[in-house]
């Protein structure tokens, strides 16, 4: 027999020897599968200096918010020095903060105490232009023969005043601006102060790869890549054909198959992953990928090579036309069947559409519609992206006078459109001056009028609330194994206004979920799709109004205006 100081010195050496493998098995799993990710709007969350405007110390304050709501990452939209004519998604440095957010001091801190609450960081890479005050713009606009030269798109007029081509800017106008200095235009898809880099140039690429590299070594989980189908342009610059009407700007509709989404841009994607993946902790790339459908969105997965992004956001279904049960099934379906086993990224909010609430609200039932899209967020098998605000039901503020406006688009537009600022107040932290976000009551934008019965404070304490809603959704999709990682199956129920389906968890737990896009009570039995499984679920949440607890017979699930249900099949 050996003797107990043998048996426990062996017992050690075996600890020792096994724990630096559970956690290197516990660092590979894949977290960004089962992620909750929260975009912050820096400018907009949480002023810590009494500026009126957000900064990254405001955000480290809040971490311990983000915590208890459940999030597994922020993506940041941009921090970085930028003259802010697109509040950031200009920038004229890439490897430092912009003072009015903060410093790198400042960054670094709010990684480290990120880090210790298992928050994750994703930095936006606004790779398709920088600001026009970068030094690389300034010096590829000197002359013809600079290093720096072919950094950029620069063309030839087709004669005095006559842009390269017809091509426009999806921020209005032409998508060429004459420099003087060159005599040629350069080109810009978006604000003429942010003209597009040459990525046919390899220099190009080189030097993005490292600002990427810069912010990697300092351990952030990944990027949100800006406007990624936008990199490469048709070289030919042939027109593009003109459609019928014209756009909010007052141009000409036009095509954009020759401004957007070319082929060379997956080598790019390829190359970047490479480089991604050489670095340890499962580093995550997200795509800003607006694409016309399925087929499209699994080519920057790679397809069924799996090599390019891991999570192209998914636009599809969050951004559909309208509230719709059949065109809901079906991109939900496409995602789980048409992406080579893909892992989808579902996404309903951001910084430049206006809330869900104002896209698919019918104005009596927006809060029950809320609920029921958070559950298609939190409970189906989707990586689930949500922008900050939505957990309150935060409205979308459109402003009512030009004069207000500050996103440029709104006051280019106006008053066809009125720009991005409704969607990006500030968050509404309790009832106090400017909602808590600032002890300024000048903001840099104005804070929604309902802030005083909308916001995180009183929502915590009312036990219907929105945010009570996604907490207890988010935590199912941590604690619940079906929830959490089980197998999706879309079920048909015969009801033409229900979405549902089950999840399955490795251990036989079976969770069914089901969604009522009627405006009128529904009653569905989910018991035939259902097939062999049990007849009664027990209710785990339930959202519009629906019984909280209890056992839900499947032969008659009850289910109220634009209620949702999640239930464990007994
Ligand atoms: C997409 C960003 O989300 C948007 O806010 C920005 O204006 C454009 N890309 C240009 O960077």
Redesign the pocket.
Known sequence: MPSRKFTALWLLALGLFLTPLLHAAAADEVWWKHAVIYEIYPRSFQDSNGDGMGDLNGITERLDYLKDLGVDAIWIAPLYPSPQV??G?DISDYENVDPQYGTLADFDRLLAEAQKRNIRIIMDA?M??TSDKHPWFIESASSRTNPKADWYIWRDGKGPGKPPNNWLSTFGGSAWQFDPARNQYYYHY?YIQ?PDLNWRNPQVEHAMFNMLRFWLDKGVAGFRL??VPTLFEDPTLTDEKILPGKNKFGDPNEETKLQENLPEVHGVIRRMRTMVNTYPNNRVLIG?TYLPNVQELDKWYGGAKHNELQLPMDMQVGFEKKLDANEFRQRITDAETKLDGNQPLFVFD???NPRSAARYGDGVHNKAIDQMLATILFTTHSTAMMYYGDEIEMPTTVPTSKDQVKDPIGISGWPQEKG?DGERTPMQWNSSTAAGFSTNPNTWLPVAPDYKEVNVEVESKEPDSMLNWYKKLIALRRTDPAIHDGVMKMLETGNQQIVAWTRKAPNGEVVVVACSFAAEPQSVSLQKALGGSGKTAKTLAASGGGEQNGTVDLNAVSLPAYGSIVAQVQ
């Open positions: 697109d509040f998604y606004v398709n232009h978006f942010q800006d406007a800003e951001n910084h430049d991005r």
